[in-house]
């Protein structure tokens, strides 16, 4: 019987690993004492990596540095996008009947095709 050695096939420890790298850690599980962890506002209404984040809440929130999209290295960083308030200012504006470019428009139609998400801004 032949054995084959994981190591020795190229990408064989790749998919492993990468299932690994890409779970969050709860912070209970941490050992660092909550004294010293430190933690961030998180306004996701606000952010443009609120679409990739899995620490987004309704509310602001603490949240903790490492966790955080605008914290995390260039690598690891998704793409910026519009934010939901960016999304409703440009919502209102065209609700008010100011002219906006064809692109702010389809991206309006996509996103906010009722108007503004929150009532007040």
């Not at 209404?45 to 679409?51: K, L, N, R, S, T």
């Not at 603490?62 to 605008?70: E, L, P, T």
């Amino acid at each position: 019987m032949r054995s084959t050695n994981i190591a020795s096939t190229p990408g064989a420890l790749e998919k492993p690993l990468k299932a690994h790298l890409s779970r969050h850690v709860a912070p209970s599980t941490s050992r660092v004492p909550p004294i010293y962890r430190e933690t961030t506002m998180c306004y996701s209404y606000m952010c443009p990596y609120a679409y990739g984040c899995a620490e987004k809440t309704s509310r602001p929130a603490q949240v903790m540095m490492r966790r955080c999209m605008r914290y995390m290295p260039d690598e690891l960083r998704i793409e910026p996008g519009v934010s939901d308030l960016a999304l409703d200012l440009l919502a209102k504006r065209r609700q008010g009947g100011e002219q906006l470019s064809k692109e702010t428009t389809a991206i309006l139609d996509q996103y906010r095709p009722n108007g503004p998400m929150r009532k007040r801004i």
